[in-house]
């Protein structure tokens, strides 16, 4: 394997995917890699939402041309070309390495949960090399872009890794309970987790027997007991508090109420079945947990009150998950196991979050004038300064490059002071979230253990902890309304500059804590750039923003005429709605409907088989439909599924 620079990209290319919006892979990304020897160096990690402004970008690129515009456009900041890359792997269409997946090693396991295996356990080599880890990857559907045997194979992988000596093995995952949870109420799973634990609803019940879901025979398993809980639910009445639930809470709806209840017995039944999970690793096994690190992967990785109920519990070692442990961490997955599979002593250190987009453009700005009515002033980082400005009301903080993953780590942020609850409401009114969604503690480590019960390093803010007791009225605006919170912990050498900043705040106040939340409004992706930064600002009438450690008062609010998020730096609509049915026309002559044409992606094997130009393979694809609904009845599997719901 040759030094130089690779690409592991995790997109999708397919025009009847493009023309019909049908999610075949979410959270799409890129990842950009430079190997030394058996130095493996991230360069840099495109989350490809933050730059088209497709939340999750769930959309196909149309043909591979467009594709490969695309790459170019980021490879250009690098002075680089597909011609100089030593290898590109991750989307057929794209890749120069044959070899590169585990389709041939492991016939048993889906290779997307494999790929989310390795972007965790391999997130340091120094551990893998050295410790026992146990490594679970929890995630809904694997995708069929690669591995076009998936609904053959179990979807979720587990490994024992014993200095570098790793055995696969099968997992059932929760993943699925969510997934239909989230399709149900049409709420996403971070919002459902949310409301669990904030409205004090709560059905009486036993526990009903474990939901396992290996593969997709169980998915209807899934789907029952989901339907059973719902159906529970709502059957009880006011007349019933205190013989079938504790009462509606009156803070909330009925209908919270009720999806709080439901959402309350999935999170029970997901720690169950992790228990099951590692209790027989431990086992069989015969692993000791304080000797050994646990890492998690997959979406359900966001999970924070499991992740930090298995530290708790079982007392591990240490806790390994990358920032981005959901489906827009797959391409750095995808490059580790090749990196593994072809350099076994490879080193590697995932130490930090921010391998995103950087933006240096703020001078330029000042000097063209386009905003020069909205500056009041601009002048350098003063510490004392932003402290009296995060208490007065929430800043924008936008530093350096951006962080990777779905959460807000200290470089794209809304920060204000934590002791008053007026400061979440305000970053709730701004971001047009419910009044009861949880904002983040950034608090520095060596204060853990004085403020909250649990004192371990949590850098990308997946786990929750609850506030000691003592402290609680200290720091309002970051409490849940069950006291717990969902914190970031930080180092020097994680955010120096950050770290000043809070520490200065301790000085004042005696609370090494900040508040903080996502940059972004509703239903946008996190923000990627100055000018989009600035849009956000204006439009919010936020006075005060950082830029770059540089303070930035705005003025004039009222006369800046968008009304609507900045437009991102690519868009992914290249045709008109007339082009788009004349498009459709030409791909399926035969109007086949959606659920039919889903098919050639969620049964690879028929759809390479499939000329949509030929009467035949239309009546033929149309036949396996019918078959398949028969089979499955209403239960949605993946692909079957056409869209998403939020």
């Known amino acids: 394997m040759r030094d130089g620079f690779y690409l592991s990209t995790y997109i999708h290319i397919d025009p009847i995917a493009y023309l019909y919006n049908f999610h075949i892979r979410h959270d799409q990304n890129i990842s950009l890699w430079k190997k030394q020897g058996n130095k493996i160096i991230l360069v840099h990690h495109w989350e490809l939402e933050r730059i088209t402004g497709l939340k999750r970008q769930y959309k196909s690129f149309y043909s591979i041309q467009q594709a490969k515009e695309f790459i170019e456009i980021l490879l250009k900041q690098y002075d680089l070309k597909f011609d100089d890359l030593a290898g590109i792997i991750g989307t057929p269409q794209l890749d120069t390495v044959s070899d590169y997946s585990s389709i041939e090693e492991n016939k048993e396991l889906a290779y997307h949960s494999i790929c989310h295996l390795y972007s965790s356990m391999l997130m340091d080599t120094d551990i893998f090399h050295n410790e026992n880890i146990i490594s679970l990857a929890l995630d809904g559907g694997p995708d069929s872009v690669v591995d076009k045997s998936i609904n053959d194979k179990k979807y979720y992988a587990g490994s024992v890794s014993r200095k570098g000596k790793v055995e696969l093995f099968p997992l059932c995952s929760p993943g699925f309970l969510w997934t239909y949870l989230r399709k149900k109420y049409n709420l996403r799973e971070g919002t459902l987790m949310a409301l669990a634990t904030a409205s004090k609803s709560e059905i009486y019940c036993e526990d009903d027997e474990l939901v396992k879901v290996y593969g997709i025979k169980d998915l209807k398993k899934a789907y029952e007991f989901i339907n059973i809980l719902d159906d529970r639910v709502n059957k009880i009445e006011a007349k019933d ?31 169950r079945i992790l228990k099951y999970n590692i209790e027989h690793i431990l086992e069989k096994y015969d692993l000791e947990p304080s000797e050994t690190y646990v890492s998690i992967s997959g979406g359900f990785g966001l999970n924070c009150p499991t992740n930090s109920f298995l530290m708790r519990e079982y007392g591990f070692k240490g806790f390994l998950a990358p920032p981005c442990v959901n489906d827009a961490g797959i391409s750095i997955g995808i490059a580790l196991y090749y990196f593994n599979k072809e350099i076994p002593d490879m080193e590697f250190a995932l130490k930090s979050s921010y391998f995103g987009d950087s933006d240096d453009s703020f001078d330029k700005i000042l000097e063209s004038g386009a905003y020069s009515q909205f500056f009041k002033s601009c002048q350098e980082l003063d510490e004392n300064t932003f402290v009296e400005d995060i208490q ?56 853990m253990e004085e403020w909250f019960e649990g004192n371990y390093y949590s850098p990308f803010m997946l786990h929750t902890l609850y506030v000691r007791e003592d402290q609680i009225n200290l720091v309002p605006s970051i409490c849940h309304l ?32 900040i508040c903080n ?67 459709k026309r030409k791909v399926n002559p035969f109007n086949l409907e959606e659920k039919a044409l889903i098919n050639i992606f969620n049964r690879p094997d028929l759809g390479e088989s499939i000329d949509l130009t030929n009467k035949a393979d239309a009546n033929r694809l149309k036949l396996f439909t019918r078959i398949a609904e028969g089979r499955m009845g209403k239960i949605p599997v993946p692909g079957l599924d056409t869209k998403r719901g939020e």
């Open 241 to 271: 508090e205190g013989v079938l639930f504790n009462g509606f809470d009156p803070d909330f709806s009925e209908q919270d109420n009720r999806i709080s209840m439901v959402s309350k017995i999935v999170q029970k039944m997901s720690i």
């Open 392 to 447: 007065k009301e929430p800043v924008v903080w936008f530093d350096g490059r951006a962080e990777i993953g779905p959460r807000a780590l200290g470089h794209r942020s809304l920060i204000v002071a934590p002791e008053k609850e007026s400061g979440k409401d305000q970053l709730n009114i701004i971001k047009k979230r419910q009044w009861w969604r949880p904002v983040a503690p950034i608090i520095l480590q060596e204060d």
């Open 482 to 513: 069950d006291n717990s919170a969902r914190i970031q912990s930080l180092l020097y050498d994680d955010n120096p500059a950050l770290y000043r900043l809070i520490t200065a705040y301790k000085r004042q106040t005696g609370i090494p804590i």
């Open 517 to 583: 939340t996502s940059l972004n409004d509703v239903g946008e992706p996190i923000i990627n750039t100055i000018k989009e930064c600035l849009n956000f600002a204006l439009r919010k009438g936020i006075k005060v923003i950082y830029i770059n450690q540089r303070r930035v008062e705005l003025q004039n609010h009222d006369k800046y005429i968008k009304t609507c998020p900045e437009e991102r730096s690519y868009s992914m609509n290249l045709f008109t709605e007339q082009e788009i049915e004349e498009l």
